[in-house]
């Protein structure tokens, strides 16, 4: 269930490659959220693309070369780690390339992608706050919304006991 604002410069791509490159980055952003299947059809009816036509400058001047930055934002918790960013990152900075018909060492100083998590409770739509562990179970079950809840208990722990060691690391030098 990604949000996508996705920024290209009018006339970057084809039309045909853009189309082909929103439906891939959609896909392999669902394929990088925990409990969530790619092919499931309320996954990608609520998967989102925002396509903005920024005009870019390099150096106070306009780019020569057209510059992309996809902002990637789901709920906390759909991004299980670093690797999984890392992905995700690679993944989209290669659809562009393909996009493109470029070679990915060519295309990619070119490709920004910043993959967010919104915090809980800060997922706002149909007028209302919704939950993780209540988009899941819409739209992968109840197995799912269980394993949502547990995996940010989890993750707030682990922050929490980061918070505390570092806490009483500093006390312990200035004692």
Same mark, same amino acid.
């Given at each position: ?68 930055? @996809?902002?990637?934002? =789901? /709920? +906390? &918790? ?5 690797? $999984?960013?890392?992905? *995700? ?24 992608? @910043?993959?967010?998590? =919104? /915090? +809980? &409770? ?5 007028? $209302?706050?919704?939950? *993780? ?43």
């Amino acid at each position: 269930m990604p949000m996508i604002d996705a920024f290209i410069p009018e006339g970057a791509l084809k039309p045909e490659a853009e189309a082909r490159l929103m439906k891939e980055i959609t896909e392999i952003l669902l394929q990088h959220e925990e409990d969530i299947e790619p092919a499931n059809e309320l996954a990608q009816a609520v998967s989102v693309c925002f396509l903005h036509r920024p005009t870019v400058y390099v150096a106070g001047v306009p780019a020569k070369t057209p510059r992309y930055r @996809f902002i990637t934002s =789901v /709920p +906390e &918790g759909q991004y299980n780690g670093d690797a $999984v960013m890392q992905s *995700l990152v690679r993944g989209v900075t290669e659809a562009v390339a393909r996009a493109e018909g470029g070679a990915f060492e060519e295309v990619s100083p070119r490709v920004w992608v @910043f993959p967010n998590e =919104v /915090p +809980e &409770g800060r997922w706002g739509a149909r007028g $209302v706050i919704r939950r *993780l562990h209540e988009i899941l179970a819409f739209i992968s079950g109840e197995n799912a919304s269980r394993a949502a809840k547990e995996r940010l208990t989890s993750r707030r722990t682990a922050r929490a006991l980061e918070v505390l060691a570092t806490v009483l690391h500093a006390a312990g030098r200035n004692s």
